[in-house]
């Protein structure tokens, strides 16, 4: 596609239940980030993949999260058991090259804005 | 770590007026500064960046000098448009993840 494309948009979940989220980045881009954004906030990061391997999970708040990208395209991030404090935009960016150095572009996704009530 | 502290918003301008977002960091080594910009429902796109010392990042309009002796990266703008209202995020790279302040919002009145 023309851009990051980021499913759902919306997704309201109970908590306690488990949620998917999926990023489709731009057609052959190497290098996968996840960030979390809560309200009011700038960005945090979660996790980095280049290709199909996860070089860094340093973000993950618990082992509720988890992330993949089996086939070096498109990526889930699964929350289990979700919280109210989970509660934030969860963002999703590609860039080219295999590593995002100083003059690597990082093209985001919308995110999905996800709400636990 | 590495930190990013950005002037608290909202920031509320007329059409025309001069722009000033400050951000100052913290970082290990040399990273490299960005600004990002988010409008309405829409995702972060990259504003502008300087990579290096005394740099100046600049794109529609609005430029950024990378100060060392400061740690600061402020952004700037002669003269706002309507348009230019979004959330601007000052972000830092260190060697491949990148570090976002908690954003700014500007609103800029016709």
């Known amino acids: 596609g023309a851009g990051v494309s980021q499913s759902p948009r919306y997704k309201v979940a109970k908590r306690g239940q488990d949620v998917a989220l999926r990023c489709d980045p731009i057609s052959g881009h190497v290098s996968l980030f996840w960030y979390q954004q809560a309200l009011g906030q700038g960005p945090e990061f979660l996790t980095y993949f280049q290709n199909e391997a996860q070089l860094d999970k340093s973000g993950l708040p618990s082992d509720r999260f988890f992330a993949e990208r089996p086939e070096g395209s498109v990526s889930t991030l699964k929350i289990q058991r979700t919280q109210q404090e989970d509660s934030a935009v969860y963002l999703c960016a590609s860039s080219p090259g295999p590593v995002a150095g100083p003059n690597e572009k990082l093209f985001f996704g919308s995110g999905t804005q996800l709400s636990v009530l | 770590g590495d930190s990013v502290t950005q002037m608290e918003g909202p920031v509320t301008l007329s059409e025309e007026a001069f722009l000033t977002i400050n951000c100052t960091y913290t970082?290990?080594?040399?990273?490299?500064l960005f600004w990002y910009v988010q409008y309405p429902g829409e995702g972060l796109q990259l504003l502008l960046k300087a990579t290096k010392a005394d740099d100046k990042g600049s794109n529609k309009g609005f430029e950024a000098t990378y100060r060392k002796e400061t740690t600061s990266f402020h952004l700037e703008k002669g003269s706002v448009q309507v348009s230019d209202s979004a959330v601007y995020f000052c972000?830092?790279?260190?060697?491949?993840?990148?570090?976002f302040g908690k954003g700014t919002m500007l609103l800029v009145s016709p």
């Open positions: 972000a830092l790279r260190g060697y491949s993840t990148l570090t």
């Open positions: 970082a290990t080594g040399y990273p490299s």
